[in-house]
């Protein structure tokens, strides 16, 4: 992939999607996005849930309701990802 200089200057918007956390739910539990995307979790919850990856690559800590969490993926690949707290819920990142 090539990155001319020049794309720093274009001020384009930065893709990002939102996963919704639920009723001990990922929602979508699966979102595929392109490279570069930031991916935010939201925890609509009233428990506390964390968002952990599998591989520690990246990790929240315990998000109480409302509280937020980022995570912008540079390199495509399959991310899956849990909640350390209830580790029954699971979910995926896809970066292409
Ligand atoms: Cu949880």
Request: glycine letters at 8%.
């Amino acid at each position: 992939m090539c990155l001319p200089v020049s794309s720093m200057a274009d001020g384009g918007g930065t893709n990002s999607v939102e996963v919704t956390i639920d009723n001990f739910n990922f929602a979508p539990p699966t979102v595929t996005v392109s490279a570069g995307t930031k991916v935010t979790w939201v925890n609509k919850d009233d428990v506390p849930h964390t968002v952990t990856s599998d591989d520690k690559l990246f990790g929240s800590r315990a998000l109480d309701t409302d509280d937020k969490f980022s995570f912008t993926f540079q390199t495509p690949g399959t991310y899956p990802y849990y909640c350390s707290v209830h580790p029954k819920m699971t979910g995926k990142v896809i970066v292409k």
